[in-house]
């Protein structure tokens, strides 16, 4: 996990629901993470999978990722090289699952009423902080086993840190 991202801001506004980050009509058919990043936002924003580039931002308002518990939200996030997601809020099911996938999820009210569409944007996820040209905003870094199942690049990864090393190797097998 990058500890400085740096990226454009995508800005949306509030109550940006699961079925609307990654749309629901995909949720059987589609299992590639390539394929699920082709996707994102399509339904709210037809040009975002198109124009988005790893390291972008997307700022939101209150509950992002509200509504079904679909892990794919965030997941397609991650494939298309999302940054972070900055919001007033998150949906508590959505935030659990960016964590899970290493899509840092950035609780900072100022910073989403501030940050415009197209802004440039650095996040140092170890300072706790997010600078644009004239403004920075402070935000509590992550801390404890959130920070580090980041820097491990999602749970799944950091569940291998904690184990033995010889069971690590066992979870490898029966995954393949």
Not at 104 to 111: N, T
């Amino acid at each position: 996990m990058a500890d400085l991202i740096e990226g454009r801001v995508w800005k949306y506004g509030d109550d940006v629901n699961t079925d609307v980050i990654f749309p629901g009509k995909y949720t059987y058919t589609i299992t590639d993470p390539a394929e699920m990043a082709e996707h994102a936002l399509e339904d709210l924003d037809p040009t975002f999978a198109e124009r988005a580039q790893p390291g972008d931002v997307i700022v939101a308002g209150k509950n992002f990722g509200c509504g079904s518990s679909r892990e794919q939200a965030a997941q397609c996030l991650v494939a298309k090289g999302i940054g972070a997601v900055i919001a007033e809020s998150f949906g508590r099911i959505f935030y659990r699952n960016a964590i899970n996938n290493a899509l840092p999820a950035i609780i900072c009210p100022a910073a989403a009423k501030a940050l415009q569409a197209g802004d440039r944007v650095e996040v140092d996820l170890d300072a706790g902080m997010i600078r644009t040209e004239t403004e920075v905003f402070s935000f509590s870094p992550f801390t404890g086993t959130v920070a580090e199942i980041l820097d491990a690049g999602g749970l799944i990864p950091a569940v291998r840190q904690w184990v033995a090393p010889e069971r690590a190797a066992d979870l490898q097998k029966s995954e393949e």
